[in-house]
């Protein structure tokens, strides 16, 4: 197939998954996997992973893993909100691998965030400490969950006071969040 084909294939998938139209975007871009277009992985691996009727949690972890060799944070970060969607605690120790690729690779606060709830949700025993600077790390990277991962984890621990406060900031700066730093900020993982 030629790169004008892959292209003109491309742009009819996004405009299909953009209308809300998923099981045209998911033909298309199983299509356009066969040649490792890095964005038809992704298109496959959302809609396999949270699209209601479509929701195939093995096979979503497959085309995030197909991606890492593109995009290593995305493929990584895709693969982990897998594992937890699962609630893979066996996986606990390669969920908290790929995060870290992903920290290494470009410092994503996403992956930050997703590390805080792989140590505190899969972890067995959780940590909680290393979760709550994991939580903070993403929140200060750009991803306010973070703060209410962080705030609501102090509440379960008996921190009323602590997790309030926090409560109260991340409801203060979640509006700036999303003004300076768009939409890709409030991915709640």
């Known amino acids: ?31 356009l996997s066969q040649f490792n277009v890095p964005e038809a992985l992704f298109t496959c691996g959302v809609i396999y992973e949270r699209i209601k009727g479509k929701v195939d949690y093995d096979q979503s972890y497959k085309y995030y893993d197909r991606l890492r ?40 606060g996403f992956a930050y965030f997703l590390l805080g709830r792989v140590l505190e949700e899969l972890k067995n025993p959780p940590d909680f400490k290393r979760a709550k600077k994991m939580y903070l790390q993403g929140a ?4 306010p969950w973070g703060y209410r991962h962080l705030a609501n984890l102090e509440l379960r621990q008996g921190s009323k006071v602590l997790g309030v406060l926090i409560h109260v900031i991340a ?14 900020s409030l991915r709640a993982g």
Request: hydrophobic share 40%; proline share 1%.
């Open 1 to 31: 197939m030629h790169t004008l084909e892959l292209e003109e294939l491309r742009e009819k998938a996004t405009t299909a998954f953009k209308n809300g139209n998923f099981e045209e975007a998911l033909t298309i871009s199983q299509r």
């Open 69 to 108: 060799k593109y995009d290593l944070t995305e493929g990584s970060t895709g693969c982990v909100r897998v594992l937890l969607r699962k609630k893979s605690f066996d996986g606990a120790a390669m969920a908290e691998r790929l995060c870290n690729d992903a920290i290494n690779e470009t410092k994503d």
């Open 140 to 143: 200060l990277r750009g991803i």
């Open 171 to 184: 409801t203060i700066v979640f509006p700036f969040y999303r003004v300076l730093l768009g939409a890709k």
